[in-house]
Protein backbone atom coordinates (compact mmCIF):
# COMPACT_ATOMS: atom_id res chain seq x y z
CA UNK A 1 0.00 0.00 0.00
CA UNK A 2 3.15 2.09 1.00
CA UNK A 3 4.06 2.44 -2.66
CA UNK A 4 0.56 3.35 -4.15
CA UNK A 5 0.70 6.02 -1.46
CA UNK A 6 4.16 7.46 -3.31
CA UNK A 7 2.55 6.37 -6.36
CA UNK A 8 -0.62 8.74 -6.28
CA UNK A 9 1.49 11.80 -4.46
CA UNK A 10 4.17 11.59 -7.64
CA UNK A 11 0.76 11.61 -10.33
CA UNK A 12 -0.93 14.45 -7.63
CA UNK A 13 2.53 16.46 -8.19
CA UNK A 14 2.01 15.69 -12.08
CA UNK A 15 -1.40 17.09 -12.39
CA UNK A 16 -0.15 19.88 -10.24
CA UNK A 17 2.44 20.78 -12.55
CA UNK A 18 2.02 20.15 -16.01
CA UNK A 19 -2.12 20.74 -16.24
CA UNK A 20 -2.50 23.54 -13.83
CA UNK A 21 1.18 25.09 -13.36
CA UNK A 22 2.68 25.03 -16.73
CA UNK A 23 -0.54 26.48 -18.60
CA UNK A 24 -1.13 29.43 -15.55
CA UNK A 25 3.03 30.32 -16.32
CA UNK A 26 2.54 30.21 -20.02
CA UNK A 27 -0.80 32.22 -20.09
CA UNK A 28 0.73 34.92 -17.76
CA UNK A 29 3.61 35.50 -19.65
CA UNK A 30 2.16 35.61 -22.81
CA UNK A 31 -0.47 38.28 -21.45
CA UNK A 32 2.21 40.26 -19.90
CA UNK A 33 4.46 40.05 -23.32
CA UNK A 34 0.73 41.53 -24.91
CA UNK A 35 -0.39 44.31 -23.09
CA UNK A 36 3.54 45.38 -22.68
CA UNK A 37 3.52 45.34 -26.34
CA UNK A 38 0.20 46.58 -27.38
CA UNK A 39 -0.92 46.33 -31.28
CA UNK A 40 -0.59 50.05 -32.16
CA UNK A 41 3.35 50.18 -31.10
CA UNK A 42 3.93 46.80 -31.98
CA UNK A 43 2.15 45.96 -35.44
CA UNK A 44 4.47 43.18 -36.53
CA UNK A 45 4.02 41.34 -33.17
CA UNK A 46 0.40 40.84 -34.61
CA UNK A 47 -0.25 38.98 -38.09
CA UNK A 48 -3.78 38.36 -36.27
CA UNK A 49 -5.83 40.43 -34.12
CA UNK A 50 -5.56 40.63 -29.97
CA UNK A 51 -8.86 39.50 -29.85
CA UNK A 52 -8.07 36.29 -32.01
CA UNK A 53 -4.65 36.05 -29.73
CA UNK A 54 -6.78 35.90 -26.18
CA UNK A 55 -9.20 33.29 -27.90
CA UNK A 56 -6.86 30.92 -28.41
CA UNK A 57 -5.24 31.35 -25.08
CA UNK A 58 -8.82 31.20 -23.40
CA UNK A 59 -8.87 27.79 -25.64
CA UNK A 60 -5.65 26.49 -23.69
CA UNK A 61 -6.71 27.55 -20.88
CA UNK A 62 -10.10 25.78 -20.68
CA UNK A 63 -8.32 22.64 -22.05
CA UNK A 64 -5.73 22.39 -19.50
CA UNK A 65 -8.68 23.15 -16.80
CA UNK A 66 -10.42 19.65 -18.16
CA UNK A 67 -7.53 17.34 -18.39
CA UNK A 68 -6.81 19.09 -14.62
CA UNK A 69 -10.36 17.98 -13.06
CA UNK A 70 -9.92 14.72 -14.94
CA UNK A 71 -6.15 14.09 -13.73
CA UNK A 72 -8.04 15.01 -9.87
CA UNK A 73 -10.78 12.68 -10.70
CA UNK A 74 -8.06 9.90 -10.81
CA UNK A 75 -6.59 10.86 -7.86
CA UNK A 76 -9.91 10.98 -5.99
CA UNK A 77 -11.15 7.47 -7.79
CA UNK A 78 -8.41 5.53 -6.60
CA UNK A 79 -8.52 7.14 -2.85
CA UNK A 80 -11.97 5.76 -2.53
CA UNK A 81 -11.60 2.94 -4.02
CA UNK A 82 -8.51 1.85 -2.90
CA UNK A 83 -7.14 -0.43 -6.10
CA UNK A 84 -4.26 -1.81 -6.35
CA UNK A 85 -3.95 -0.43 -9.87
CA UNK A 86 -5.29 3.50 -10.61
CA UNK A 87 -8.60 3.38 -11.91
CA UNK A 88 -8.93 -0.71 -11.42
CA UNK A 89 -6.70 -1.38 -14.57
CA UNK A 90 -3.30 -1.31 -15.43
CA UNK A 91 -1.50 1.81 -13.72
CA UNK A 92 1.07 2.42 -16.24
CA UNK A 93 -1.33 2.50 -19.06
CA UNK A 94 -3.12 5.27 -17.17
CA UNK A 95 0.17 7.19 -16.53
CA UNK A 96 1.17 6.79 -20.26
CA UNK A 97 -2.57 7.85 -21.42
CA UNK A 98 -2.76 10.65 -18.77
CA UNK A 99 0.76 12.00 -19.83
CA UNK A 100 -0.20 11.92 -23.33
CA UNK A 101 -3.16 13.49 -23.03
CA UNK A 102 -1.87 16.40 -20.43
CA UNK A 103 0.55 17.37 -24.02
CA UNK A 104 -2.55 17.86 -26.08
CA UNK A 105 -3.29 21.16 -25.47
CA UNK A 106 0.67 22.29 -26.03
CA UNK A 107 0.90 19.95 -28.93
CA UNK A 108 -2.69 22.24 -30.14
CA UNK A 109 -0.13 25.21 -28.36
CA UNK A 110 2.72 24.59 -31.20
CA UNK A 111 0.65 23.99 -34.34
CA UNK A 112 -1.04 27.48 -33.48
CA UNK A 113 2.24 28.99 -33.29
CA UNK A 114 3.51 27.80 -36.35
CA UNK A 115 0.47 29.23 -38.22
CA UNK A 116 1.03 32.55 -36.64
CA UNK A 117 4.97 32.75 -37.55
CA UNK A 118 4.04 31.58 -41.19
CA UNK A 119 1.72 34.62 -41.08
CA UNK A 120 4.01 36.89 -39.15
CA UNK A 121 6.55 36.29 -42.42
CA UNK A 122 3.52 36.49 -45.13
CA UNK A 123 2.46 39.81 -43.73
CA UNK A 124 6.02 41.22 -43.09
CA UNK A 125 7.74 40.60 -46.15
CA UNK A 126 9.50 43.45 -46.76
CA UNK A 127 10.85 43.75 -43.57
CA UNK A 128 12.64 40.54 -42.62
CA UNK A 129 15.81 40.56 -41.08
CA UNK A 130 18.37 39.87 -43.33
CA UNK A 131 20.58 36.97 -41.16
CA UNK A 132 24.02 37.53 -40.77
CA UNK A 133 26.42 35.75 -43.33
CA UNK A 134 27.58 33.13 -41.37
CA UNK A 135 27.79 29.27 -41.23
CA UNK A 136 25.50 27.60 -39.05
CA UNK A 137 27.24 24.41 -37.94
CA UNK A 138 26.44 21.76 -35.16
CA UNK A 139 29.83 22.24 -33.58
CA UNK A 140 29.02 26.26 -32.68
CA UNK A 141 25.83 25.52 -30.42
CA UNK A 142 27.48 22.39 -28.56
CA UNK A 143 29.49 23.04 -25.39
CA UNK A 144 32.02 20.99 -23.83
CA UNK A 145 29.60 20.15 -21.38
CA UNK A 146 26.09 18.88 -23.24
CA UNK A 147 29.05 16.88 -25.44
CA UNK A 148 30.09 14.97 -21.94
CA UNK A 149 26.35 14.88 -20.79
CA UNK A 150 25.27 12.86 -24.34
CA UNK A 151 28.72 11.08 -24.05
CA UNK A 152 28.40 9.52 -20.52
CA UNK A 153 24.35 8.85 -20.63
CA UNK A 154 24.40 6.95 -23.48
CA UNK A 155 27.86 4.91 -22.45
CA UNK A 156 26.22 4.35 -18.88
CA UNK A 157 23.37 2.55 -20.56
CA UNK A 158 25.15 0.70 -23.16
CA UNK A 159 27.28 -1.19 -20.59
CA UNK A 160 24.02 -1.89 -18.70
CA UNK A 161 22.91 -3.60 -21.74
CA UNK A 162 26.12 -5.37 -22.16
CA UNK A 163 26.15 -6.47 -18.58
CA UNK A 164 22.35 -7.93 -18.82
CA UNK A 165 23.66 -9.54 -21.92
CA UNK A 166 26.24 -11.44 -19.96
CA UNK A 167 24.15 -12.00 -17.41
CA UNK A 168 20.40 -11.75 -18.39
CA UNK A 169 17.47 -11.90 -16.44
CA UNK A 170 13.65 -13.34 -17.40
CA UNK A 171 12.30 -11.25 -20.58
CA UNK A 172 15.58 -9.11 -21.30
CA UNK A 173 15.12 -8.01 -24.72
CA UNK A 174 19.22 -8.08 -24.94
CA UNK A 175 20.54 -5.52 -27.79
CA UNK A 176 17.24 -4.92 -28.75
CA UNK A 177 16.76 -2.19 -26.11
CA UNK A 178 19.55 -0.08 -28.01
CA UNK A 179 16.96 0.41 -30.92
CA UNK A 180 15.24 2.69 -28.17
CA UNK A 181 18.44 4.63 -27.45
CA UNK A 182 19.20 4.90 -31.03
CA UNK A 183 14.87 5.95 -31.44
CA UNK A 184 15.90 9.19 -28.99
CA UNK A 185 19.12 9.63 -29.90
CA UNK A 186 17.65 10.17 -33.74
CA UNK A 187 14.76 12.00 -32.88
CA UNK A 188 16.25 14.70 -30.84
CA UNK A 189 18.96 14.88 -32.67
CA UNK A 190 16.50 15.77 -36.00
CA UNK A 191 14.99 18.58 -33.99
CA UNK A 192 18.01 20.13 -33.08
CA UNK A 193 19.35 19.68 -37.00
CA UNK A 194 16.08 21.30 -37.77
CA UNK A 195 16.41 24.29 -35.84
CA UNK A 196 19.53 24.85 -36.91
CA UNK A 197 19.73 24.37 -40.43
CA UNK A 198 15.82 25.09 -40.89
CA UNK A 199 13.84 28.19 -42.45
CA UNK A 200 14.26 30.97 -39.77
CA UNK A 201 11.10 30.54 -37.63
CA UNK A 202 10.46 34.06 -36.71
CA UNK A 203 11.36 36.76 -39.01
CA UNK A 204 12.14 39.29 -36.86
CA UNK A 205 14.14 37.79 -34.42
CA UNK A 206 17.58 39.21 -34.49
CA UNK A 207 20.86 36.83 -34.90
CA UNK A 208 21.63 37.11 -31.23
CA UNK A 209 17.79 36.12 -30.04
CA UNK A 210 17.81 33.15 -32.46
CA UNK A 211 20.65 31.31 -31.24
CA UNK A 212 19.47 31.78 -28.03
CA UNK A 213 16.11 30.21 -28.92
CA UNK A 214 18.31 27.60 -30.72
CA UNK A 215 20.89 27.36 -27.80
CA UNK A 216 17.51 26.88 -25.36
CA UNK A 217 16.29 24.11 -27.42
CA UNK A 218 19.55 22.04 -27.95
CA UNK A 219 19.96 22.25 -23.91
CA UNK A 220 16.36 20.66 -23.13
CA UNK A 221 17.07 18.02 -26.04
CA UNK A 222 20.19 17.03 -24.34
CA UNK A 223 18.92 17.04 -20.90
CA UNK A 224 16.15 15.02 -22.31
CA UNK A 225 18.12 12.71 -23.87
CA UNK A 226 20.02 12.55 -20.87
CA UNK A 227 16.46 11.57 -18.82
CA UNK A 228 15.45 9.07 -21.39
CA UNK A 229 18.38 6.84 -20.97
CA UNK A 230 18.00 7.21 -17.02
CA UNK A 231 14.76 6.06 -17.36
CA UNK A 232 15.50 3.04 -19.41
CA UNK A 233 18.40 2.12 -17.25
CA UNK A 234 16.68 2.21 -14.24
CA UNK A 235 13.64 0.31 -15.20
CA UNK A 236 16.47 -2.80 -16.64
CA UNK A 237 18.05 -2.48 -12.90
CA UNK A 238 14.15 -2.68 -11.43
CA UNK A 239 13.48 -5.30 -13.70
CA UNK A 240 16.80 -7.13 -13.09
CA UNK A 241 16.78 -7.28 -9.22
CA UNK A 242 12.88 -7.39 -8.44
CA UNK A 243 11.71 -3.80 -7.99
CA UNK A 244 9.53 -3.29 -10.87
CA UNK A 245 6.56 -2.24 -8.36
CA UNK A 246 8.11 0.85 -8.07
CA UNK A 247 8.08 1.78 -11.46
CA UNK A 248 4.80 3.39 -11.78
CA UNK A 249 5.86 6.00 -9.34
CA UNK A 250 9.43 6.31 -11.59
CA UNK A 251 7.64 7.08 -14.27
CA UNK A 252 5.19 9.88 -12.72
CA UNK A 253 8.44 11.64 -11.70
CA UNK A 254 9.81 10.83 -14.90
CA UNK A 255 6.81 13.10 -16.74
CA UNK A 256 7.23 15.63 -14.09
CA UNK A 257 10.97 15.96 -14.55
CA UNK A 258 10.39 16.17 -18.57
CA UNK A 259 8.13 18.41 -18.27
CA UNK A 260 10.43 20.77 -15.53
CA UNK A 261 13.28 20.68 -18.30
CA UNK A 262 10.88 21.60 -21.27
CA UNK A 263 9.48 24.35 -19.92
CA UNK A 264 12.44 26.26 -19.99
CA UNK A 265 12.00 26.52 -23.98
CA UNK A 266 9.10 28.22 -23.25
CA UNK A 267 10.46 31.37 -21.69
CA UNK A 268 10.57 34.31 -23.41
CA UNK A 269 11.64 37.01 -20.94
CA UNK A 270 14.94 37.49 -22.13
CA UNK A 271 13.80 37.96 -26.09
CA UNK A 272 14.66 41.73 -27.68
CA UNK A 273 10.79 42.66 -28.91
CA UNK A 274 11.93 45.98 -29.72
CA UNK A 275 12.08 44.42 -33.38
CA UNK A 276 8.48 44.41 -33.68
CA UNK A 277 8.02 47.53 -33.11
CA UNK A 278 6.42 50.37 -36.22
CA UNK A 279 8.96 51.70 -38.28
Sequence with gaps: MWTNNFLYLAFFMQV????WYMPRFLIQQSKKILDKHPEK???KLYPISRDAIDM????????????FIIGIYIIAYGA???SEEMLSVDSSAVLIGFFL???????????TGFKFLKLMRLANKQSIRKADLQPRKLTNYFSPLYLSILLISNLVFIGVVEYFVRHPFEHFGGYFNLLGLAFIDGFMFSIIAWNIYGKTKNPHLSTKDQRVQIEKIIKVSVLTIMMVTVFLT???????????????TLM??????LAFVGMSAYRLDNLNFEVYREG
Design 16 to 19: IFIS
Design 41 to 43: QYP
Design 56 to 67: SINNFKNINRVI
Design 80 to 82: YLK
Design 101 to 111: LQYVPFVIMEF
Design 234 to 248: LELIMSATGTRYLMD
Design 252 to 257: SVYFLL
